[in-house]
């Protein structure tokens, strides 16, 4: 890896690292239900991105399937709760 490369990703990995602050506040302090379902998903997609940086970084293909099958959780938690959220609890809309 070049110089410039390694420089865009350590940019990259801190400019990440920083702005898991904005939801993990959303998350702790949301108002609503909704807030903090949304902001644990923007977390975890965000941990997502750390993660594939990481690997491009460090050459290890393995962490993309990991970063990949975290994505793929995170969102589907965040429909499975959004549905529960606007269906009620019996399951009828």
């Known amino acids: 890896m070049s110089g410039w490369q390694e420089l865009v990703c350590h940019g990259v990995l801190g400019t990440l690292g920083v702005s898991l602050l904005l939801p993990l506040y959303r998350l702790v302090r949301g108002p609503s239900l909704t807030d ?10 965000q941990v997502a991105g750390l993660i594939i940086v990481y690997s491009v970084y460090t050459g290890h293909s393995v962490l993309l399937d990991v970063a990949l099958t975290l994505a793929i959780i995170s969102s589907l938690g965040t429909i499975v709760i959004a549905r529960y959220l606007f269906s009620g609890p019996g399951g009828q809309p």
């Open 36 to 45: 903090r379902v949304v902001a644990l998903d923007l977390l975890a997609l």
